[in-house]
């Protein structure tokens, strides 16, 4: 596979804007003496060979510096990973050698970092010197530029994913979309990195809700052809930012759904940028939902505690539950039959992950253009902060600040 296929796979129909979002990145991490080490290092005095992999690395987001000769220990050992060209790779070995001067044997170049080589063709000796600097894997190009994509994505990757917290409506008019929307912006309130993923097409658009329909950004119209693994934070600085909430929806054209591969791409790539990631979904699932919902740790369904809409929030848990390992219910009340949750969730087989009192102000507030939990005071954050507080690890928001522990309980 060629680097520009290998490029339409990660990169979605507006490459450029995505691109030079990639480019704006930094390249070289500054020492305390100030001296700059790169985060992947290659070593290859072959002009074209280097310049490939300088167009893989610019794909992939990833910092590289390329060296024609292998550069002091140091700084091999604090690069995040080393690409040893071909070319260069005979010499190294037989420095390798006990004797001769250079780097010590049984490894040939220091540890503390991956080493992968790289050929631009069938080369045997170069497999056959690859044990001899401590290599993992010998990459022939073009073949093997996919793997290489992905070995280089995820240089920068946190060890740990965001949680996955899916939103769908028992019935429509719920609620779920304000509830995902006013759950996002409580997180994010606290300094917590959060995406918000509107995986409803016929939803009407959660950045109404968010009052950022004008805000500029990424839609999914663009996103629809992305594939495979995206480059690191790359999804998340493209994507409208309000509220301290990153934000992917949809916008007014004619596009109805993405492509299953698409979404998968997306949200793996939102749970690599942010603590949390929060999934309006939609009650019909297609393959593109049903993505959407397997990437989810916990999905909860929001129920108006009605007959009828306990009757169609049990048909949509139905349609969940063999792609959803955990499912909770949010009922909204009071009810005009007086019908308790303990009923409600009685009657769906899933467990009552709180009780959601209506707000006549909500509407209202809504109709204006406000986005939900506003107020730290109103019922819908109170409850939002609460039911945050139980399902993750996110500290409070006295608490708050950076890189939190993030897994559901």
């Known amino acids: 596979m060629l680097v520009g296929q290998a490029v339409a796979q990660v990169v979605p129909v507006r490459r450029q804007e995505v691109v030079s979002v990639i480019r704006q990145s930094t390249f070289t991490r500054e020492r305390p003496d100030h001296q700059t080490v790169p985060e992947v290092l290659a070593v290859t005095a072959d002009p074209a060979l280097a310049d490939r992999l300088r167009r893989i690395a610019a794909v992939t987001g990833v910092p590289l510096v390329v060296e024609p000769r292998v550069p002091g220990r140091a700084v091999c050992r604090r690069a995040a990973l080393l690409l040893v060209g071909a070319d260069v790779l005979g010499d190294i070995a037989v420095r390798a050698l006990p004797g001769e001067g250079g780097l010590p044997a049984g490894g040939g170049l220091p540890a503390g970092a991956g080493v992968v080589v790289v050929a631009a063709g069938e080369i045997p000796v170069a497999v056959r010197d690859a044990a001899a600097v401590g290599a993992e894997r010998v990459v022939l190009l073009p073949e093997d530029e996919p793997w290489l994509v992905d070995r280089l ?114 949200v793996a790539s939102a749970t690599r940028s942010a603590d949390l990631v929060v999934v309006d979904l939609p009650r019909h699932l297609d393959d593109a939902a049903v993505a959407a919902a397997e990437a989810c740790d916990v999905v909860l369904v929001v129920v108006p505690a009605e007959i009828r809409a306990v009757a169609a929030a049990a048909r949509v848990i139905s349609a969940l539950r063999p792609v959803v390992d955990d499912l909770r219910a949010v009922v909204r009340g009071p009810a005009p039959s007086r019908l308790p949750a303990s009923a409600v969730v009685e009657a769906l087989g899933v467990p009552l992950a709180g009780e959601l009192r209506s707000d006549p102000r909500l509407a209202a507030a809504l109709e204006r253009g406000e986005p939900p939990a506003l107020r730290a005071r109103e019922p819908l954050t109170v409850f939002c902060r609460r039911l945050l507080a139980e399902l993750t690890s996110f500290p409070d928001a006295e608490a708050a600040g950076g890189r939190v522990e993030n897994r559901v309980r």
Request: proline share 7%; net charge negative; aromatic share 4%.
């Open 153 to 266: 994505a995820g240089v920068e990757e946190p060890a740990n994913g965001g949680v996955v917290l899916g939103v769908v409506g028992g019935r429509g008019g719920g609620g779920a979309t304000v509830l995902a929307a006013a759950m996002a912006r409580c997180a994010g309130s606290w300094g917590v990195p959060v995406l918000l993923v509107d995986a409803d097409p016929m939803g009407g658009g959660v950045d109404l809700v968010m009052g950022a329909e004008d805000v500029t950004g990424l839609r999914w119209p663009e996103l629809a052809t992305v594939r495979g693994r995206l480059p690191p934070g790359a999804l998340a600085r493209a994507l409208p930012f309000v509220d301290g909430v990153g934000l992917l929806s949809w916008d007014r054209s004619d596009l109805a759904a993405v492509p299953a591969a698409a979404v998968r791409a997306v």
